[in-house]
């Protein structure tokens, strides 16, 4: 089979480490290769032939033309035009296909010749920005799998890719997608602005195709009712009174909705069930009471990311976040990239993520980073809370295992002097210990009663009363309580 030649173009002075990259890239990658064949004018051997020529030839000889455009506008022929101008004219005239990235960059530094060929490119075609190569490596990959599915090379998408989920514009919402818009701009400089439309920011993320067609990645991350669609991208979240999984379960939740929704519903479901160490103000000082929570929120939060992100949305099982009383395990149906091991993950490793698509936007919105540091910041944070290492399992499923501060005591790793965690007012445990005092075999359910407390907090308070000596019960578990001084 003939292989397709792609012209990489771009100013000389410029991009050249990004050329040298995606020309690897494309070589190397085991599906890209098999099809494309780049050219960059650095490896041109040296010829008697004029720059030029050799350049605008091997626009007429390829089938893509891919350009690479930023700040700089280069050299100027006589008639004052830059030779990257020339072969993108030519590609033009040829009828080539146009594959066209614009560095975000501040244009009150871009040249001003750039910036006028920059808006006739817009002109003719659409155009996709990036930040860095690896928001270009993920462009460029989305970009070339959709030339073969076109040209019926290859029909096989990845999930978040794939457009025949029949949705239309519809079953989106577009409150959604301006907030989006809103996020990006202000965590990571978003080139669009708030007023895009709804397909122009569709298409800036590679979520719609050219018969108008809805990416799966446009519902699970914009759309009204995302399940509707894909029933099993829902998160179940279990809590367990033990540390096995066992009835009864005090809290059991199943939250639906955008991909974002989830994560921050997951993530308040784990955080607001744990316990929350509280200092109490000091007199005459106005700020808020300390606080500290038992686990750190952002590696929790990072993997319930994770699972959401990395999941296989084909299968049938859907994201588990279970709550016992020594941990916290998120269950991901999905496994691990090839080449990607468990061991891998405790170190710097390759960001390969399973919805290239979705892990895009979600990057942009500040839920994920693209360098595959997400498992390290979990370990890190862990470390950080004296917490005991967390555990990273491949089996049927990824599992994440993020350890509680409640069996810490005996472990030789974990750094001591952490404040003893409850969630409640020192009142509330003052006035449940006279309460105690005066009636002994009071039950669990009338002290909530009386304190206005549910029962879980009331079993808290108690535990954290009995872990600290001050409480005990006389005559095993159904006799009377007493208070120890």
């Known amino acids: 089979m003939k292989r397709i030649r792609i012209f990489i173009s771009s100013v000389q002075r410029e991009f050249a480490e990004e050329r040298a990259l995606l020309c690897y890239y494309i070589r190397t990658d085991a599906l890209l290769g098999k099809f494309f064949e780049p050219f960059i004018f650095e490896e041109i051997p040296a010829n008697e032939c004029p720059a030029a020529h050799v350049y605008l030839k091997e626009v007429e000889l390829c089938d893509i033309y891919l ?36 560095k975000s960059i501040d244009e009150n530094k871009r040249h001003p010749k750039e910036t006028d060929f920059i808006h006739k490119v817009e002109r003719d075609i659409v155009r996709k920005t990036f930040v860095d190569i690896d928001g270009l490596r993920t462009s460029v990959y989305a970009s070339l799998i959709r030339y073969l599915e076109e040209k019926e090379y290859i029909r096989w998408k990845p999930f978040d890719a794939a ?14 997608m301006r907030n989006f818009i809103h996020m990006a701009r202000m965590k990571r400089n978003f080139p669009l602005p708030i007023e895009t439309s709804p397909v122009a920011l569709l298409t800036h993320l590679d979520l719609i195709d050219d018969r108008g067609r809805i990416a799966n990645a446009a519902l699970l991350l914009f759309g009204k009712k995302p399940q509707k669609y894909f029933i099993t991208s829902e998160v179940k979240c279990v809590q367990f009174y033990g540390d096995v999984v066992e009835k009864p379960m005090p809290a059991y939740q199943i939250y639906r909705g955008d991909v974002f929704e989830l994560v921050d519903q997951a993530t308040s479901f784990v955080m607001s069930r744990i316990n929350n160490w509280t200092g109490t103000r000091e007199k005459g000082n106005s700020a808020a009471v300390p606080t500290h929570p038992e686990l750190p929120i952002d590696a929790v939060k990072e993997a319930i990311v994770n699972a959401v992100c990395h999941r296989d949305y084909t299968s049938n099982a859907s994201v588990q976040v279970m709550l016992f009383r020594n941990r916290v395990e998120i269950w991901n149906p999905g496994i691990l990239p090839y080449g990607l091991t468990v061991q891998k993950l405790h170190g710097p490793h390759k960001s390969l ?61 974990v ?20 309460l105690i005092k005066n009636n002994p075999s009071i039950s669990r359910a009338e002290l909530a009663k009386r304190l206005g407390l549910s029962e879980r907090q009331v079993r808290k308070i108690m535990d954290w009363l009995r872990s600290e000596d001050r409480l005990a019960r006389k005559g095993g578990t159904t006799g009377e309580w007493i208070i120890i001084q």
């Open 415 to 434: 750094i001591q002097g952490a404040p003893r965690a409850i969630q409640s007012d020192p009142k509330e445990v003052e006035a449940l210990i006279t």
């Open 163 to 176: 457009c025949d989920n029949g949705a239309t514009l519809e079953e989106l919402d577009e409150d959604k």
């Open 353 to 413: 993520p399973t919805n290239p698509l979705l892990a895009d936007s979600m990057y942009w919105n500040g839920y994920i980073e693209k360098v595959g540091t997400g498992t390290e910041d979990i370990i890190n944070k862990c470390r950080e809370y004296g917490l005991k290492m967390p555990e990273f399992n491949q089996d049927e499923d990824f599992r994440v295992v993020i350890w509680r501060a409640v069996e810490q005591q005996s472990d030789p790793r």
């Open 67 to 102: 350009g690479l455009y930023g700040n700089l506008y280069g050299y100027e022929d006589e008639e004052g035009i830059s030779p990257t101008e020339r072969e993108y004219d030519l590609a033009a005239k040829l009828h080539k296909n146009r594959l066209i990235f614009i």
